[in-house]
């Protein structure tokens, strides 16, 4: 109990200094699926998002099928969605992404999709979060 305090004050810490980033959801399309990111403000006032998932499944098993996964940002949801670019996955399925957008406060979210310069989704979101600064 005397550290309580401590871990109260470390949360609220990280809290404030975009250390946590926000929860991702999953779709039952990738149970095992997990998501963190870390969101943080540049010198040039845009927002830096490194996203890191574990545990896909290769996309062409998915319905509908897709070849690579694709990350997107939009302001809100009659907004248009934002291509910032393809998850770089490795041989176990786990992959990043490092990307800048102007937004401030956005919905992040990813997509299987068939083509790495699509400009708007073809499939629902498999991972998604909502952030606010």
């Known amino acids: 109990?005397?550290?309580?305090?401590?871990?109260?004050?470390a949360g609220v810490c990280a809290a404030l200094c975009g250390c946590f980033g926000p929860?991702?959801?999953?779709?039952a399309e990738l149970p095992r699926a997990e998501a963190t990111v870390?969101?943080?403000?540049?010198?040039?006032?845009?927002?830096?998002?490194?996203?890191?998932?574990?545990?896909?499944?290769?996309?062409?098993?998915?319905?509908?099928?897709?070849?690579?996964?694709?990350?997107?940002?939009?302001?809100?949801l009659e907004a248009p969605a934002l291509n910032i670019g393809v998850l770089e996955l490795d041989r176990n399925l786990n992959g990043q992404l490092h990307a800048l957008t102007p937004l401030?406060?956005?919905?992040?979210?990813?997509?299987?999709?068939?083509?790495?310069?699509i400009d708007k989704p073809?499939?629902?979101?498999?991972l998604w979060a909502r952030y606010k600064d």
């Open 23 to 27: 929860r991702f959801v999953r779709s």
């Open 38 to 76: 870390s969101i943080r403000k540049t010198r040039d006032a845009e927002t830096r998002i490194d996203l890191a998932v574990k545990h896909l499944k290769q996309p062409e098993k998915l319905v509908p099928p897709g070849y690579l996964y694709v990350a997107w940002v939009r302001r809100d």
């Open 1 to 9: 109990m005397r550290y309580l305090p401590i871990l109260m004050a």
């Open 122 to 126: 073809t499939g629902s979101p498999l």
């Open 104 to 117: 401030n406060h956005f919905d992040l979210f990813v997509t299987a999709e068939s083509s790495p310069e």
